[in-house]
């Protein structure tokens, strides 16, 4: 087959267009979406939130992804919505305001028994639960609710999928956000004290006691994150202890630090994969620079992912190389795409054609059976992972000499990008595979 130079223009300008861009994700949803959950061990993306139906599916606030299709967790969960999922002990728990699934009474907080979800003893007053972690072999359960399987709680309570138990006397005031960080639970909301104890907006427990955390926060915080060695924390805040941050700082267990400029509005959520960190909320400016609702830091810059959203982002999640983005929007890119759209996270703007520190190249460039990955100078460090055009990762090829033969074998015909990795930087490439003919 052979390429015309205009063709091979033509892909490449599309392979950048397109990796910069959102996407739909299956049928419309009706509402919004405020949680996601990858379940790695089956390979499925779970959707939660205000929604009640996807395309012409009832799903009622719950429902799950296989890449392909959405489908319905039973009746769902309705009578309020669900903000909140946990994988714990193998099984999926959801968390929120509802009461009910379908003609059963399901009070706030519940287990998805395969067909069903299951009656877990938790509380009938006002009630709504808010986040979930594991820590210490135990369910983690936060939120607004004053007890607990029988228990005074106050906002805060453990759960072993039998028993329900009181950390201490719990907070005064609502927790949005929990995190595990240094062996230690560390929780974040509305409140100002933690067991009798003053602490402003994030506490910390170690299994035993409670503790503040470096002089607090001077305004509620939603999100609660650890990346890199640091725990990042958001949104609605100014001053993190004694410095001023704009709605996101980090914490290292000592002193706060500022993450760049900050943001121009709250963060809703924070989320790390790998070395990559992301952060989705109100905000449209991220130091300086126009990033509307979702952005990815480096390290030591904010980055746009694409055009970004028209409403603010309430939940991330990396599914299959992917990532997806939840919230009250209704365009991403500028197009129509529901409260839930994905994107491909292994090309910015920040990636192509970036200042490397290595040349590289790919020679010869289309090519058919083989080729050469050319880096020069050669560290031990150096890996080029290879992707599709929809974002799937393909190859990951550790790099042992400055000349490196890639093959290939079952690659199809088509355009691909090479990433070479030194440390956290990256540079991309693109690669055209044609036949012979």
Request: net charge positive.
């Amino acid at each position: 087959m052979k390429i015309s130079a205009l063709v091979l223009s033509f892909l490449i300008s599309a392979f950048v267009s397109y990796a910069q861009t959102w996407q739909s994700v299956g049928n419309k949803f009706n509402d919004e979406v405020v949680c996601l959950l990858h379940d790695s061990v089956n390979n499925l993306l779970y959707a939660s939130g205000r929604f009640d139906t996807i395309g012409t599916t009832a799903v009622n606030k719950i429902a799950k992804w296989n890449g392909t299709a959405w489908s319905p967790l039973g009746p769902g969960l309705s009578n309020g919505y669900v903000t909140s999922m946990m994988f714990y002990n193998n099984q999926l728990y959801a968390g929120g305001t509802f009461t009910a699934s379908g003609s059963n009474t399901r009070f706030f907080f519940t287990r998805w028994g395969g067909s069903s979800w299951d009656s877990v003893a938790f509380t009938t007053g006002n009630c709504n639960v808010q986040c979930m972690v594991v820590y210490n072999g135990k369910l983690i359960v936060g939120g607004g609710f004053p007890t607990a399987g029988g228990f005074v709680v106050n906002n805060i309570a453990s759960f072993n999928g039998t028993q329900w138990d009181s950390l201490r006397s719990g907070t005064n005031g609502t927790v949005f956000a929990m995190a595990v960080y240094n062996n230690e639970l560390y929780i974040a909301g509305s409140f100002d004290t933690v067991s009798g104890i003053a602490a402003k907006h994030l506490a910390k427990w170690n299994g035993t006691t409670w503790s503040a955390v470096g002089g607090g926060l001077n305004n509620v915080v939603y999100a609660l994150e650890v990346h890199s060695g640091k725990l990042y924390v958001g949104p609605h805040f100014t001053q993190a202890g004694s410095i001023n941050a704009s709605y996101i700082a980090t914490w290292n267990g000592t002193t706060w630090n500022t993450v760049g400029s900050g943001m121009n509005h709250r963060v809703d959520v924070i989320y790390s994969a790998g070395d990559k960190l992301y952060a989705g909320g109100w905000f449209t400016n991220t130091g300086g620079n126009s990033a509307n609702r979702v952005a990815k830091w480096n390290g030591t810059t904010w980055s746009a992912i694409g055009t970004g959203m028209n409403s603010p982002v309430q939940a991330l999640a990396i599914y299959n190389s992917q990532l997806y983005a939840g919230g009250g929007f209704t365009q991403a890119s500028n197009a129509s795409n529901y409260y839930i759209a994905k994107a491909d996270t292994f090309i910015t703007s920040s990636l192509i054609d970036q200042t490397f520190k290595a040349n590289f190249n790919i020679y010869p460039n289309p090519f058919n059976a083989t080729t050469t990955i050319a880096v020069s100078p050669y560290k031990d460090d150096l890996s080029v992972k290879v992707f599709s055009l929809y974002g799937q990762q393909l190859r990951t090829l550790k790099l042992e000499t400055e000349k490196t033969h890639f093959n290939r074998n079952e690659l199809s015909d088509g355009l691909y990008l090479f990433v070479l990795h030194e440390g956290n930087t990256a540079i991309a490439k693109r690669a055209i595979i044609v036949n012979s003919k």
